[in-house]
């Protein structure tokens, strides 16, 4: 069993930055892939980046590379996600996951989730 709590979320400008957390419970942090999904009003939860369980692949969707990084300290139980020049239509909930299972781009190959962080972007 593992339990997620994001945090970090909240309201900045365009062009601004923000960090998301995601802090889990359980010794068996360091053996699960995660995952950062977000879910805009009206629209399905979208992949964003994910990291293997030892942090050395790191997995990032198109729109947001080149922005948004990856990170993880399983010494901390902790899963990052940093996202730079955001964009009003980077605004939603950002979801952080745990997989023992491929391909990390898809929501069924999740196990666990947490209950979301509301990230708003105002232009």
């Known amino acids: 069993q593992v339990q997620l709590v994001e945090s970090g979320g909240g309201l900045v400008q365009a062009g601004g930055s923000l960090r998301l957390s995601c802090a889990a419970s359980?010794?068996?942090?360091?053996?699960?892939?995660m995952g950062w999904f977000r879910q805009a009003p009206g629209k399905e939860r979208e992949f964003e980046a994910a990291i293997s369980w030892s942090g050395a692949r790191t997995y990032h969707a198109d729109s947001v590379k080149g922005r948004f990084t990856i990170s993880r300290d399983n010494a901390k139980n902790t899963v990052y996600l940093q996202m730079n020049s955001l964009k009003p239509e980077d605004t939603a909930v950002y979801y952080c996951a745990a997989a023992r299972s491929y391909p990390l781009v898809d929501t069924t190959s999740y196990d666990y989730w947490g209950q979301g962080t509301q990230v708003t972007v105002s232009s």
């Open positions: 359980g010794r068996t942090f360091s053996s699960y892939a």
